[in-house]
């Protein structure tokens, strides 16, 4: 018998009972309850994104050319690192620099091998998790927009039994009917 056509024969009006889940929980039906009604929504997603990153890769030598005593060395050091934005230039030397004290007196430093490290990328809108109970599923978003509550109405339940109810993180699941 509906809870509701109970309370009526047992001449008090039926109260309405809702119970909101933001969390795991178990609902505990009442006696009387035969049907309930439920609303809610999973978990946010998260929006999707696409682009290009530009990104190079440079490799440089620094060479010493001349020495005070008038004898010539070439001397180097050669590392890579990443450049972002703008393509780099084709190789190039700049031109020699005068070098005071030491055993050197001028010295150039050349760049070459910019490698184009540059790629897309597509990150798709990810569904938010659902959020379940009572046999019935509440989705989730796809992307970080507002969740759209899902209505079920009239769902029937056995009276005095236990029900598992899984909200996500952000997720909320709204049961209520009458006693």
Do not use: H
């Not at 009387?32 to 440079?58: D, E, I, K, P």
């Not at 005593?69 to 700049?94: I, K, L, M």
């Amino acid at each position: 018998m509906k809870a509701w056509l109970f309370a009526l024969i047992a001449g008090r009006r039926p109260q309405l009972v809702t119970q909101t889940f933001t969390a795991n929980g178990v609902l505990v039906v009442p006696a009387s309850v035969n049907a309930l009604n439920m609303s809610g929504f999973g978990a946010r997603g998260v929006n999707g994104s696409s682009g290009r990153v530009t990104q190079y890769t440079r490799n440089e030598t620094y060479y010493g050319i001349r020495r005070s005593d008038g004898g010539f060395e070439v001397t180097g050091q050669r590392f890579n690192y990443q450049v972002y934005g703008v393509a780099p230039s084709n190789d190039y030397c700049d031109p020699p620099v005068p070098i005071t004290g030491g055993i050197y007196s001028a010295g150039q430093i050349c760049y070459y091998n910019f490698i184009d490290n540059s790629y897309n990328f597509n990150n798709p809108a990810t569904t938010g998790a659902s959020a379940t109970g009572v046999g019935k599923t509440f989705p989730g978003s796809t992307g970080n927009v507002a969740q759209t509550p899902t209505v079920f109405a009239n769902v029937a339940v056995t009276p005095g039994a236990s029900y598992n109810i899984a909200v996500p993180t952000g997720g909320s699941v709204t049961i209520s009917y009458y006693v």
